[in-house]
């Protein structure tokens, strides 16, 4: 017997939406991934500024993590974006990532 819309047998229709959820899965990963990415790439420029953005950066991470260090620093950019994936990111995860850039004098 057909199904739905498409015409489709219930044995595929199951068969359909396995597809399309393993799909998705693949197509959200790979989203992640590039946020990942982004708020990374975002936190070198904090780390790396020499303006106003890199400023609020150190002044920041005197008292306070990394992660809160890099919100000051997006945040005097007006880089709402890369405020929202460092979010997503979480403390830490940007914590520990932000190790790995070496340590700015006066900071924690």
Same mark, same amino acid.
């Given at each position: 017997?057909?199904? /739905?819309?498409? /015409?489709?047998?219930?044995?595929?229709?199951?068969?359909?939406?396995?597809?399309?959820?393993? @799909?998705? /899965?693949? @197509?959200?990963?790979?989203?992640?991934?590039?946020?990942?990415?982004?708020?990374?790439?975002? +936190?070198?420029?904090?780390?790396?500024?020499? /303006?106003?953005?890199?400023?609020?950066?150190?002044?920041?991470?005197?008292?306070?993590?990394?992660?809160?260090?890099?919100?000051?620093?997006?945040?005097?950019?007006?880089?709402?974006? +890369?405020?929202?994936?460092?979010?997503?990111?979480?403390?830490?995860?940007?914590?520990?990532?932000?190790?790995?850039?070496?340590?700015?004098?006066?900071?924690?």
């Amino acid at each position: 017997m057909r199904n /739905g819309y498409l /015409g489709l047998t219930a044995a595929h229709t199951v068969r359909f939406v396995k597809i399309v959820l393993a @799909v998705t /899965g693949v @197509v959200c990963f790979g989203t992640l991934e590039a946020a990942a990415q982004d708020w990374q790439a975002a +936190a070198q420029e904090c780390y790396a500024d020499t /303006g106003a953005a890199g400023n609020a950066y150190r002044s920041t991470c005197k008292d306070h993590d990394q992660y809160e260090s890099i919100h000051a620093c997006e945040a005097a950019a007006g880089e709402e974006n +890369a405020m929202a994936r460092t979010r997503m990111a979480g403390p830490g995860v940007v914590d520990t990532v932000m190790m790995d850039f070496g340590k700015v004098d006066g900071c924690q």
